[in-house]
């Protein structure tokens, strides 16, 4: 039933296999809770050991027990530590509770566990998972506990404390000759069935007498014959502790299934057991015990809970209790609200009845009318649910009750006259035994009535991890119910403890467990410092202004997004003051003023919302949450330039639609589709000057690239002065750019678009590899999932070209004015390639690039109508550099002094590849991206490029302090400076000669900037001859 704890025979030997070959146990990845105001510490349930709990909960209250344990040094018990050591003996079974016992008494947890004893025990899973019964664990482990002491000083431990001898006697009434038979007990087992109490049940047992006469006689060894004879037992030594074991469950024979016994059973608070001995001669301390522990089951005799009420002897935790009114807590209330259910025990107000009656019986009939009148409730109303009808009652209590030979009168079996019976405060009738053996029983002495609080009886209630205080008279709720006591224990009232003892936990405990518990409470308190900060640590996102850059109404980093953010744990509980002194320490070299903004990264870009205000405020009061992103910046612009901030400014991506020029036989109407990124701010007058120049309407679409023609909806001209956020345009929304001959498909008297289908289930290719005859077209009927390559040989075959042609050929898109796209790798399906059906594809000469490789277009030069669009396939790991190489060597030009830009949404040069050793893939360069190869060497990182300009003067034999003269006077001749389309610097007649450009750090001061410039003048005053 226990696994292998009660064969764990010699526990200390080498080979103990317990805890072997098991996976560890996962840990709680949270420290335990602390102990709470009782100060003292439950036990976790494993899941189906509150039993062993309970009983655990008992031996370390039990002062002497629990030192008796830890005297027992490492001398004699071996250490954990040794367990794998071949030829090392390790008791493990005390070292584990030893240990249990600390960390009950010494570490600072709500609930300790049994984990490490329980698998000392030898117990799997599934034994933790099984409740037991603990009257019968509380004899294995005793059992278990002094096999594995066996050879030590404490091989007696329980004998010494628990053990004691009752005496069975048999006396001939003949000759006297008294035959006797002793018994060891370490609990004593009594009866709750037909029995009142405690005290009536030790009364049966000890102090009642068994006749053998009539047919009934004993066979005397003396007398050599059957003979009349008296039965009686005793108790010949009483252990210091006492343990009692009640019958609560039973066998209903009628029924063939177990039941609880949830009768009224009282027991004492204090008991004088002279009665129950075979000596009575000592002093009457000798016989008096109290009682320390209740262990309480809840529940059925199929299944239930255990949990133990406990007397504090050494005051070790923290009883307070509030007022009356306000301390009941919600498991009492549960429990009493059941105990309330329960009705009033029967047996006592029948005896009570019946007591009373001077005829000693009386009809059934009239007992059931006498309980009516004294409860003013019928038996059937009252307890018939419970116990069933009242004769039947009577007839399963023989004990008790007598009925006479017709069975229609009912009485008090002959015993029970004797004993005058008592009412007590609940109504329940307690009786007093008879006087025996010249004792008398003292009821007042021995009363049930239990002990005010006020008399320093510390009494806690402990279940399992759960640990709160009661009074002492809460022991009488567990009297009776289905919430009732199981075992009772009691200690010899001589039994005294030492003044050191009181309220110190560590009294006794062995120097290397102190020392143990010290290093565990001290990594206790930095785990719980650890989870403190962990659960209140909020991460941050710091994004740095100068990693980023300001551009199509967004922020956008200027390396990659993990170069340009830092991020930062800090206590929510901290202020706004204290994470902006963290941002300055982090960042040394911060000048200036720092606001901390609010930002969010949208599908456009990174944009700014409200600024953090209020230095003494908490992060938590200001609401930042966990993964915030905070903007660093000055406030006011990024990189130069002036930033917008707050929800009217942020930036939207929009799709812009515009209907294709060429479309022929299609069963529907094509466009082209592009992305722009506008500030929600922006005008529509302004929008549609930029993407209409030649003038047009506009038509917005809220749910994207719907099929309904319904959804388009026309942006009539009175809003032009309307923002794009006021029209309701958001991320993902498209718009259709219809020039004027398109706006035939608008229908002006509603607005909306007439005629805008996606039905069209084919691809045209026109014939662009030969040139020297006519280009021809034909329609590939393709689906989505179609592949390009199946496309072009379909494609060459219809347009009846060479078959050669397909190793040497590729197919690319032609926009709506006849430009060819990037080509489209072969291996991609029409979807993949993102063409839409009916749109046109050129097949060309040249190989497609592969999934890797990136088709670029690219133009020498600022303006892209001065020179002709080149093209080039470049792998999408090149670098800047060695792609910046490949262009000017297809371009025909050479030398160091030329950089790449990117092409913005106005068709300008733009960014600046500045990263010549990043890959085009990591730049996020993507295929069809159109390139500026312009000419001037950038600056090296953090420098800038600054022209300079000279004064020329107008008489060429001046002296040279007046040509001195003239150059500080240059400043007044500036607005005479011209600069071509190019960006370069041109000459003019005004008397300014340009002399070249410096790269001066931008951390540079002016007086730095001057040096170079009065350097670079001498050098020309020296050098350079003017004409």
Known sequence: ???????????????????????????????????????????????????????????????????????????????????????????????????????????????????????????????EMRQHDVQELNRILFSALETSLVGTSGHDIINRLYHGIVVNQIVC??????????????????????????????????????YFENDN????????????????????????????????????????????????????IQINLRPFCEQTELDDSEYMYE??????????????????????????????????????????????TENAKEVENPLAVLKGILSEEESKQMPVDQLGQKLLEKKGMSWNKKYRKQYGAL?????????????????????????????????????????????????????????????????????????????????????????????????????????????????????????????EMNAANTELQKKRAECDSASHGIDLHLHLSSCYKFHNGALHPSFTWKESIVDLTIDRRRTLGDLRQSVFQMLESWEGDMILSIAKPLPAGLHLYHSLDGDELTLDGIGLADGADIFVWNGKEVGGTKVLTGPDHEPVIVNVLRLAEYNEGGKGQDFTESQHIIPCSTELGALRRALAPSGGIILKNGSGLGKDTKNWEVLPEEDMRETVKSVGLTDGCSILILDSHDQSLV??????????????????VKNFCRTDAEEKQVKITTTIETVMSDIKIKAIQELQLEEELANDSCLRPVSGNGKLLSPVPEDYTVKEAELKMGSLLGLCHGKS???????????????????????????????????????????????????????DWCYEAGEALSQENATLKELNVCRGDTLVLTEGKLPPKGFLKIPIWW???????????????????????????????????VQTDMGLCYAGSIEITGEASLEDLKIQYVLIWHLLICHVRWP
Not at 466 to 495: C, H, T, W
Not at 747 to 763: P, R
């Open 217 to 268: 006689l004993y066979r005397c060894g003396a007398c050599d014959k059957l003979v009349e004879a008296s039965k009686s037992a005793k108790l010949r030594k009483l252990p210091p502790f006492l343990t009692i074991s009640l019958l609560r469950f039973n066998f209903d024979f009628e029924k063939c299934e177990r039941y609880k016994e949830t009768s009224c059973y009282t027991f004492p």
């Open 1 to 127: 039933m226990f696994g292998d704890l009660f064969e764990e025979d010699f526990s200390f030997i080498s080979n103990n296999q317990c805890g072997k070959g098991k996976k560890s146990k996962p840990r709680d990845t949270e420290p335990p809770a602390p102990r709470e105001f009782t100060n003292l510490s439950g036990i976790k349930n494993q899941g189906g050991t509150c039993y062993l709990n309970s009983l655990l909960q008992t031996l370390l209250f039990t002062p002497e027990f629990r030192e008796a344990l830890f005297s027992l040094g490492p001398e004699e018990l071996g250490t954990l530590d040794d367990i794998s050591k071949p030829d090392a003996k390790v008791r493990i079974i005390p070292l584990q509770l030893q240990r249990l016992f600390a960390q009950l008494l010494l570490l600072d947890q709500q609930a300790a566990s049994t984990t490490d004893l329980t698998e000392s025990f030898g117990w799997n899973s599934n034994e």
């Open 849 to 903: 690039p592969t999934s890797t490789q990136l088709f670029l277009y690219f133009i020498v030069g600022s303006d892209q109508h001065t020179g002709p669009e080149m093209e080039i396939v470049v792998e999408e790991t090149a670098s800047v550099r060695e792609c910046l190489n490949l262009m000017l060597e297809k371009s025909g030009l050479s030398g160091d002094n030329w950089h790449l830009r990117r092409l």
């Open 391 to 515: 004769r039947k009652y009577l007839q399963n209590h023989p004990q008790v009750f007598q009925f006479s030979p017709d069975e229609n009168k009912v009485g008090l079996k002959e015993k029970y006259h004797k004993l005058p019976f008592k009412s007590d405060s609940q109504g329940q009738d307690l009786q007093s035994p008879p006087q025996k053996n010249n004792v008398q029983w003292n009821l007042e002495k021995t009363s049930t009535t239990l002990r005010d609080s006020s008399a320093g009886c510390h009494w806690f209630d402990l279940n399992d991890s759960k640990v709160q205080p009661i009074k002492e008279k809460d022991i009488e709720k567990q009297f009776q119910g289905k919430e009732s006591a199981y075992m009772l224990f009691y200690r010899k009232s001589q039994l005294k403890r030492p003044p050191e003892a009181r309220g110190n936990p560590r009294y006794q405990i062995p120097e290397h467990l102190l020392n």
């Open 291 to 336: 009682l320390f522990s209740v262990i309480i089951h809840k529940g059925g005799c199929y299944g239930g809970h255990y949990h133990v009420y406990i007397r504090d002897v050494d005051e070790l935790g923290n009883w307070q209790l509030q007022e009356e009114e306000s301390n009941t807590v919600e498991d009492k209330v549960l429990r009493d």
């Open 747 to 764: 229908n002006v008297s509603n607005g909306n678009l007439t005629a805008f289908t996606y039905d069209i289930s084919w691809l045209q």
């Open 173 to 210: 009434k003949e000759c006297k000759n008294v035959s006797e038979r002793q018994e060891d007990f370490l609990d004593l087992t009594v009866a709750v069935k037909g029995v009142a109490g405690l005290e009536e049940a030790l009364w049966n047992m000890y102090v009642e007498e068994e």
């Open 951 to 985: 004064y020329k003067p107008l008489n060429h034999m001046e002296h040279q302090e007046n040509a001195r003269d003239q150059v500080n006077g240059v400043t007044c001749k500036m607005e005479a400076l011209e600069v071509s389309p190019a960006g370069e610097y």
